[in-house]
């Protein structure tokens, strides 16, 4: 029996995750309905990725007639455009690389979706992230949403959702959360969804050619300069510093020598400077200072604090120390609220540190929880 206080919107997003996640929360008797969400604005230059995402609303149409359930669309376009493509751009416009997926979830689908859902009456979203969370009860008797890595390691999403705070949580849930991408696939067929054998997309969703450089010579104004060693030997031209990130080696355009990687963008001289040794100390740092940290509990934890962090999605964790940066910001915002900076101290350095690109917290696993890694918060590469 469906009870009232059960009712979910999945967002489905035509994939074989969301579908597979719709899938199990109507065998576990919840009050499901599909929404899509339409991200891509009805403008010329997004012509090729809007195509795309109606291919997708397709195959997400089909999903919900396979399951039986209420479908919608809903039109997020001029949000997105605002909040995760022109954050995209400025971004890069600054010199940083960003990761719009993050952005994406804290403003678009765990903050409006959610919202918007909820004046629909729902009692929950859910989305077909690979990530577990727990209910628990503190010493004090408070409700508490824990946020851990996915049974999957290889597939594990947390580090896209360290922005969540602890009234998102209480209303999301993650139902492929103690499911490997395997299972996932079995099931699929199991229940002869539309999209089993479909491939999987790793693209930024707004960029349709795949090719970053292409996507940002259209939206932005570029000047080229030269490519120095760090030695100081100019060896070549570079198109413009946007289109190069820490720790890059290809598409760098220097042509019969290398291969060069990327340890150095100096705006102020407009130059790209490289090495050819890819263990070239100056790609190696072992501390960073993050900004705009959320903490999943909403308490920033006692420090200094031994952790695992992450500072792209497919590194392996690396062990450091959580300290407060001791040159904290001057006062932010009309009401002179303090910008809060932390340390991140490793054991060994990293390679390829990316101002612009999240670092995520995690507490180690441990024998209480039976879980995999915890995910603490995170925040922006400063």
Not at 314 to 332: H, S
């Amino acid at each position: 029996m469906v009870h009232k206080k059960n009712k979910v919107f999945v967002a489905l997003s035509g994939g074989v995750d969301s579908a597979v996640a719709a899938t199990i929360l109507k065998e576990k008797e919840y009050q499901v309905s599909g929404v899509f969400m339409n991200l891509i604005p009805k403008k010329k230059k997004y012509s090729e990725a809007r195509k795309n995402f109606q291919k997708a609303e397709k195959n997400a149409r089909k999903i919900a007639r396979v399951l039986k359930i209420p479908f919608s669309v809903l039109d997020l376009s001029t949000e997105f455009e605002k909040q995760v493509i022109n954050s995209f751009l400025n971004e890069f416009k600054k010199g940083r690389t960003p990761n719009p997926c993050v952005v994406c979830n804290q403003k678009i689908r765990f903050d409006i979706f959610l919202k918007k859902m909820r004046k629909k009456g729902a009692n929950f979203i859910a989305t077909g992230h690979y990530a577990k969370k727990l209910k628990v009860k503190s010493e004090k008797l408070k409700v508490v949403y824990r946020l851990f890595q996915g049974k999957d390691k290889e597939k594990d999403q947390s580090y896209f959702l360290y922005n969540l705070k602890q009234n998102q949580l209480k209303r999301v849930l993650f139902p492929l959360g103690d499911l490997t991408k395997k299972e996932v696939k079995k099931m699929a067929k199991k229940f002869n969804l539309p999209v089993q054998n479909q491939p999987e997309s790793q693209e930024i969703c707004f960029v349709s050619d795949k090719n970053i450089s292409d996507f940002l010579s259209r939206h932005l104004k570029t000047k080229s300069g030269d490519i120095i060693t760090a030695g100081g030997k100019k060896i070549g031209k570079h198109q413009g510093l946007i289109f190069y990130t820490i720790g890059q080696r290809k598409e760098i355009g220097i042509g019969g020598t290398g291969p060069y990687y990327v340890i150095e963008k100096d705006f102020k001289n407009n130059n790209l400077i490289v090495s050819s040794d890819a263990n070239d100390p100056l790609l190696f740092k072992k501390e960073l200072i993050a900004k705009k940290v959320n903490w999943i509990s909403g308490i920033e934890p006692k420090l200094p604090l031994k952790i695992k962090v992450k500072t792209r999605y497919r590194q392996k964790t690396a062990v450091a120390i959580l300290t407060k940066n001791k040159e904290q910001t001057l006062p932010t915002g009309r009401q002179g609220t303090k910008n809060k900076k932390y340390k991140v101290k490793f054991k060994n350095h990293q390679r390829a540190i990316t101002s612009g690109q999240s670092v995520v917290f995690y507490l180690p696993a441990d024998a209480i929880t039976l879980q995999n890694n915890e995910l603490l918060g995170g925040g922006i590469i400063a």
